[in-house]
């Protein structure tokens, strides 16, 4: 795990959890871990108040925060759970993840422990640190924003998801038909990236790439360094192109960054920056983006970093 600047530990006067939870997307082993925690939590002396109304969490965790209550917002989830409860709630309630996604990048890079009780003694030990978040369209996300073939099957899970009466979990074997019908569909139409700076001019010259993922942490998918030099907390998100309009260019992608050398190839472009757009060059073509995992809807998109945006918990050294 990455070394953080702006470090505190919360005042133990603030004993109150609240624990956001779906009901609909918790598999019988998610509603046992939620159970362990809240024993965890108890019987270290919190308060906890588990809460299903993403409106109700909300309006609970910024109104306990300002009244200098809050000890921790705990989303039971992914990276889309975490996206979600920071963009509902203030700048400063500190938040952690109980994580019983898909991917858990975030969780995983902040290397939270999957034992509820081990968990609840970092909530308990108190220690957040403050770190970036980015905007796109208006959408704030976490751990990166994937442009073209990724956030088509990302689009394609999301609708057979939503198609389920039971709204099930998901995991990596859900992917496999919707990386099918993405296969068989998705035509790697290209998209213009330009940097811009803070006025929105565009900064040097735009580039044209089949795949984009602007990143703030370092790792994608099952953990493969797309941008392996992206850090949380320097202002900054790392953007990683690669030129190539087939699926065949896109699993020699995936070869070369898991082999963590797809930056030293004429086809990839790595570089950082604060300010970006991406446009298509063809119009009369739906390009999607994902924001952590979830559909974020198609180009034009701009995104930009959100300095110290989140207060988040880290486990104890």
Known sequence: MEKFLHQETLSETRRHVILSVNPKAGR???????ERLENALKELGFTVET???LDVVAHRANETHLNGTLRALIGVGGDGTAAELTNRTQPGVPISLLATG???????HMKYSF????????????????VDAARANGRLFLAMIGCG?????VRQVHKARMENKKNAHISYFSYIKPILRSIAGYGFPLIRVEELDESGMVVGEAKETHWAFLCNIPRYGWGVPVAPGAKLDDGKLDLCLWRGGSLFQGLYLTALVQMGIHGRFRRCMLCQGKRFRFTSLEPDREIPFQLDGDPGGNIPVEIEILPNRLTIFVPEK
């Open 149 to 153: 073939f990724d956030a088509d099957v």
């Open 102 to 108: 898909t991917a858990n990048l975030l969780a995983k």
């Open 115 to 130: 034992r509820p009780e081990k968990f609840a003694k970092m909530i308990a030990a108190g220690k957040v640190v403050t």
């Open 28 to 34: 019988r082993s998610s509603k046992m871990l939620v």
């Open 51 to 53: 809460l299903t109304d």
